[in-house]
Each structure stands twice: as structure tokens, then as C-alpha cells.
């Protein structure tokens, strides 16, 4: 076997690999993802001329752009759209849809900019009957679960590259002594 034919074969295409990933990470191109907030419910005081408590649902949904270009015409889907607040203030309007939805719409959504919109509604409503899609001119966002957890301190991320690069080179030098020694 051939050492120097194989690498000459194999180094046109891990190139090409290698230059599709690195043009996914640096392209200019927009990534919507979004993610639940919070979901809550809130059970208020009886009143003082002897009404029932009232019982408040609220919830959040956060959607940012984490890429490094403009979305455009971002449009997040509602069966029912009750009370909300988005923050940061920024300009959307909101539209009928023909089925009987409605969507916000945020005509421009910047380069890591994330907004906040949440909802005040009341039972029976719950938030899964509320929010259908998020999208934009380039497609669907990503929807992101996310769970609470410590963050490791950055010395300690540094200590991990490490060993992980470590490993790469030995992993990648024994990879090219097996092939040199089954070659001989």
C-alpha cells in the first residue's frame, strides 16, 4: 500500500470537508433559536366582596439572533393571541392569519439581538394552545430546550480544550503510524 498515493487521494477531500465547516461557522447568515422563559401560573387573593380568586397563567418565549446577519420579516404564530409585552421595545405589527391566528411580526431582528415576549392570559387557556411557529424569510428557528446549571469556571474550560487537543494530535499520530506500518 501506497502511503503517499493515499494522502494524496485523501487530502483534496478532508480539504473539502474541512472548508464546508469552517464556511458553516464564519458564513454571514442569520440563526434564529428560541426558548420557553418561564412558564407560571398565578393564583391571586380572594377579593374583599367575597369573589372567587382569580387564577393568572403567563409564560415566556425568548427568540434571538445569534448569527452574524440581519433576519428579516420574523413572524411568530399564535392560535390565540392574548396580552403581551415584548421586550426590548421594538417595532412589530401584529397580523391576521386566514385561519383565524395571529402573528407578530418583526420586520427586522439584528445581529444578537434577543427579544422577550410574554403573555398574561386566564384558564382555560394554557401556553401550549398559544404559540404555533417562528420563522423568517430564511426559514424556521431553532427551538432550543434549555436547562438551569452551574457554569464551570473558565480555567477549568481551558484545562479541557487542552486535554482534548492533546488527544486529538495522539489520536491523529497513531492514526498515521498504523497506516505506515501496515504499509510496510
Not at 397563567?57 to 452574524?68: A, C, F, K, M, Q
Request: no cysteine.
Amino acid at each position: 500500500m501506497d502511503v503517499d498515493l493515499i494522502v494524496k487521494i485523501s487530502m483534496p477531500i478532508v480539504t473539502l470537508f474541512l472548508g464546508i465547516l469552517i464556511n458553516r461557522f464564519i458564513e454571514n447568515r442569520e440563526k434564529l433559536i428560541v426558548h420557553l422563559g418561564y412558564i407560571a401560573s398565578h393564583k391571586l387573593a380572594p377579593k374583599e366582596d367575597g369573589r372567587d380568586p382569580t387564577t393568572v397563567n403567563t409564560h415566556s418565549v425568548i427568540l434571538r439572533n445569534s448569527g452574524n446577519k440581519a433576519a428579516k420579516n420574523v413572524r411568530v404564530g399564535h392560535n390565540y393571541l392574548p396580552d403581551f409585552n415584548v421586550y426590548p421595545d421594538i417595532e412589530y405589527s401584529v397580523n391576521e392569519l386566514p385561519a383565524g391566528g395571529k402573528e407578530l411580526l418583526f420586520p427586522t431582528l439584528t445581529p444578537k439581538k434577543e427579544i422577550t415576549i410574554s403573555y398574561l392570559y386566564f384558564p382555560p387557556n394554557t401556553w401550549e394552545g398559544i404559540n404555533t411557529h417562528i420563522e423568517s424569510d430564511e426559514g424556521k428557528a431553532k427551538v432550543v430546550q434549555v436547562l438551569l446549571q452551574a457554569q464551570p469556571k473558565p480555567i477549568v474550560l481551558k484545562v479541557i480544550w487542552f486535554f482534548i487537543i492533546v488527544g486529538l494530535v495522539g489520536t491523529i499520530y497513531s492514526v498515521i503510524e498504523l497506516i505506515k506500518w501496515f504499509a510496510i
